[in-house]
């Protein structure tokens, strides 16, 4: 009888299910009835010939074995094969996952979760790369580029972030939340910040800089000292800095290289990082011809006249002011994506710089409704009734700019109604739609006193 039973026993097949709804779910097949023996049943060991892994190709073996806590020719109780598979849903890797035993094979089915972000250091001064990449791999085997939102992976990511800041002498709380992409407004990585103390660029040491400009890149040394630290950014943000400075002056080819240099100096309220800035300055130039697309809204000969004569200085602000009258002449047709981007050529034997300007107008966007605040209801009648660009019309920022000039010259009743009265205004463009809501606010100009 219990050989019998025995062998009943050895060909149970166990099935359990987990969601990340429900936390756990779980259901026998076969075995409430085998407990209807009258012999009480002593929980059994089982030796599963094969674990397999379905439905998650991207995970080796290997690696769901070692984040299971399983190892190949274990005896397991069921009960143990049920903890495994938590450790594995506990991850917060997998959306779904369900396992059963048919007496030879474990086999666990697996349904990888959709939301998993790839890791952003926010201020964290630490390097982003492979190193980092092969260490938390190597803690986390389920670790390939990604996190989930919560869950084991998540949290033991964060442990190893402070570890790291650690060993660097940093014994601060790191925080993990979403980062949501400013162009595209969705989330599109997770950010591990310092929350506190702050993190700030430190000290800055300049390299290669020539001694009748060094009093002026101090300032600007000094401005940037005690700026927030962002580990993507701090160091491109430097040698904007520096760059925009070196082009005001006329120095086209100037280049600043930063990086971050010596150990974090840390402090009870503050986590200072240091940098080191090493310059090219090149040498001035002058500006020579600017040559724009062919179907620019800007005619060359007007560039020609003032740029032709090679004797202008290549300062920074005349050319920011170029290319914002480039922009803006885009702009004016609704192309209010448009990126400017100009390509400097520098002729060494003449001493200038030419620049070939490209631009990527983007969409054209149009109106889709206008408002007037803080106006009687008469008073928006008569402006409604100057107001010439209706919805469904391309967007000309510029045009609400001089409105209430136009509106006192065409109105007679609005000459006198918005004598004193100031304009701001405020518009909402969708970047799905290309569309552009409008806010015209009308208020009473402030008298000097």
């Known amino acids: 009888m219990n050989a019998q039973r025995l062998r009943v026993l050895n060909k149970i097949t166990f099935c359990y299910s987990f969601h990340i709804m429900h936390r756990i779910r779980f259901w026998f097949v076969t075995f409430i009835l085998l407990l209807c023996a009258a012999l009480p049943v002593v929980a059994q060991k089982f030796q599963p010939k094969t674990i397999q892994f379905k439905g998650a190709p991207e995970y080796s073996d290997a690696d769901l074995l070692a984040a299971a806590g399983l190892k190949m020719g274990t005896t397991l109780e069921f009960a143990e094969m049920k ?11 997998f959306e779904t996952l369900n396992f059963k035993f048919d007496g030879v094979d474990l086999i666990y089915n697996l349904v990888p979760s959709t939301a998993l972000y790839t ?8 390097t982003p790369g492979q190193e980092l990449e092969t260490k938390l791999h190597e803690r986390f085997p389920l670790y390939h580029g990604k996190v989930p939102a919560q869950g084991g992976l998540l949290d033991g990511a964060r442990g190893v972030l402070e570890e790291m800041l ?8 790191v925080t993990a939340m979403p980062y949501t992409d400013p162009k595209t407004h969705r989330e599109a990585a997770m950010s591990f910040i310092i929350t506190s103390p702050p993190v700030r660029v430190g000290p800055i040491q300049l390299e290669g800089v020539s001694a009748d400009l060094k009093a002026k890149l101090q300032k600007i040394a000094d401005h940037e000292t005690g700026q927030a630290f962002g580990t993507e950014d701090s160091a491109g943000n430097l040698e904007h800095a520096f760059e925009m400075f070196y082009a005001d002056e006329g120095y086209a080819a100037a280049k600043a290289h930063a990086i971050r240099s010596g150990d974090p100096v840390v402090a009870a309220d503050v ?5 080191s800035v090493t310059i090219g300055e090149g040498r001035l130039y002058k500006l020579g011809f600017i040559h724009l697309p062919a179907d620019a809204p800007v005619a060359q000969a007007e560039f020609d006249k003032t740029f032709g004569s090679k004797t202008n200085p290549a300062k920074g602000q005349t050319l920011r002011d170029t290319w914002f009258l480039i922009s803006s002449r885009y ?3 609704g192309y209010l994506d448009c990126a400017v981007i100009p390509h400097p050529e520098i002729d060494e034997a003449s001493g200038t710089v030419n620049y070939t300007v490209e631009v990527n107008p983007g969409q054209v966007y149009h109106l889709a409704f206008v408002k007037f605040e803080n106006v009687s209801d008469e008073l928006r009648s008569h402006l409604m009734r100057v107001w010439r660009m209706l919805p469904g019309d391309v967007f000309d920022e510029s045009y609400l700019a001089g409105f209430i000039f136009k509106a006192q010259k065409e109105d007679p009743v609005l000459m006198r109604s918005l004598s004193g009265v100031g304009l701001t205004y405020k518009i909402a463009a969708d970047p799905q739609t290309h569309e552009v809501n409008c806010t015209l606010r009308f208020a009473k100009l402030q008298q000097a006193p």
């Open 119 to 126: 890791i952003r250091l926010e201020n964290l001064p630490l």
């Open 166 to 173: 650690g060993a660097k002498g940093i014994k601060a709380t």
């Open 83 to 93: 903890e495994h598979a938590q450790m594995l849903m506990s991850t917060g890797v």
């Open 331 to 333: 702009k004016a047709k």
């Open 271 to 275: 986590i200072a990082i240091p940098f």
